[in-house]
C-alpha cells in the first residue's frame, strides 16, 4: 500500500493539471520550476523542506536544485509568512520621502517590528530595498499589490481595511504559529489593477 502520511503535502487535483500544462510549454521541466513554486507557495503558504522535496519529485528534479533557486528569490517564502506581507522601501528615494514614517506607521498599527509575523498569522512586516518605482516613493508592496506615495495616514487606513479582511480570512494557508514562536496597483490609497 503505498498511501501518503497525512502531514506528506500533495498537489490538489487543480494544481497537479496545471502542473501538467506548465511542462507542456518548456523543453526541460527546470524551465517550470519557478512557476511551479509560485503554485505551491499559493497552495501551501511558505516553502518548507517537505513542499520542496515534493516540487522536486513532480518535476524529476533534485532537491539541491529546487532548494538552490528557492533560496535565491526572496519573494519564495521559505519560512511561514502573515497572509499579507507587508514590504515597505527603505532605499534612498523612498527615504527622503518619509519611509521612515511609514515604517513607523506599520509597527505601530500591527504592533510588530520588521522581520517579524504578528502572532495572529495575518501580517509579516520587512524593509527592503527598492521596489523600483522611486518617482512615486515613499512604496510599499503587500503581497503582489504595489502603493505609491504612501502617507502615514492611507497607510494606517490600510492596515485597518486589511486587519478587517484578515480576521474572516485567517491566516495565510500553511500557517503554524509554532514555527514562528521562538513566521495591482494602488496610489494614494486609490486602488486599481493592471
Not at 105 to 131: H, N, Y
Not at 160 to 174: D, E
Not at 175 to 184: F, I, N, P, S
Amino acid at each position: 500500500m503505498s498511501e501518503a502520511m497525512p502531514d506528506t503535502p500533495q498537489f490538489s487535483t487543480a494544481n497537479k493539471q496545471k502542473i501538467v500544462e506548465l511542462l507542456t510549454r518548456y523543453p526541460r521541466s527546470q524551465g517550470a520550476l519557478i512557476p511551479v513554486l509560485w503554485l505551491a507557495q499559493d497552495q501551501f503558504g511558505w516553502l518548507s523542506t517537505p513542499v520542496m522535496e515534493l516540487v522536486a519529485a513532480e518535476l524529476k528534479l533534485s532537491v539541491t536544485s529546487v532548494l538552490a533557486t528557492a533560496m535565491f528569490y526572496t519573494m519564495l517564502y521559505k519560512k511561514p509568512h502573515g497572509r499579507f506581507h507587508v514590504q515597505i522601501c527603505t532605499n534612498v528615494s523612498c527615504y527622503l520621502r518619509g519611509s521612515d514614517d511609514i515604517v513607523a506607521m506599520a509597527r505601530e498599527v500591527l504592533g510588530i517590528e520588521p522581520g517579524q509575523t504578528s502572532s495572529d498569522g495575518l501580517f509579516t512586516l520587512e524593509e527592503v530595498q527598492c521596489l523600483c518605482a522611486c518617482e512615486r516613493a515613499p512604496t510599499l508592496q503587500i503581497n503582489q499589490d504595489d502603493y505609491f506615495r504612501v502617507t502615514p495616514e492611507s497607510l494606517r487606513e490600510l492596515l485597518t481595511n486589511l486587519q478587517t479582511v484578515g480576521a474572516k480570512l485567517g491566516p495565510r494557508p500553511g500557517w503554524v504559529d509554532e514555527a514562528l514562536a521562538g513566521h495591482g496597483s494602488h496610489e494614494h490609497g486609490g486602488h486599481h489593477h493592471a
